[in-house]
Nanobody, 122 residues
Framework: QVHLVESGGGLVQPGGSLRLSCAAS????????MGWYRQAPGEQRELVAT???????NYADSAKGRFTISRGNARNTVSLQMNSLKPEDTAVYYC????????????????WGQGTQVTVSS
């Protein structure tokens, strides 16, 4: 199995910054799209940002201008730079990989990380 491990979550004050990172472990050939989703208590999981292997990005309206998503050089990592954080950003953030190709498995698969808590509070 391909596992996604997130890091970088924590507690920050409003207006502060955090950088979330995610790394895919296990044998794999390639990952098409990686992204970040978040889920606040009582809310559905929502897309924050995605990035393709070619570098094309897509952001939720709430993230535009404040968050930046990027892929690592090895293309099996993804980061989310979050600036000007607001209390409304408080949620569990999940790393996601789509279009994952691995040895011995036909087609493409997807994978979710376990999530990392981001809390924005005074």
């Amino acid at each position: 199995q391909v596992h996604l491990v997130e890091s970088g979550g924590g507690l920050v004050q409003p207006g502060g910054s955090l950088r979330l990172s995610c790394a895919a472990s296990g044998l794999l050939f390639s990952i098409n799209t990686m992204g970040w989703y978040r889920q606040a208590p009582g809310e559905q999981r929502e897309l924050v940002a995605t990035i393709t292997s070619g570098g094309n990005t897509n952001y939720a309206d709430s993230a535009k201008g404040r968050f930046t998503i990027s892929r690592g050089n090895a293309r099996n990592t993804v980061s989310l730079q979050m600036n000007s954080l607001k209390p409304e950003d408080t949620a569990v953030y999940y790393c996601h990989a789509d279009g994952v190709r691995t040895p011995g498995r036909p087609g493409q698969n997807q994978s979710w990380g376990q999530g990392t808590q981001v809390t924005v509070s005074s």
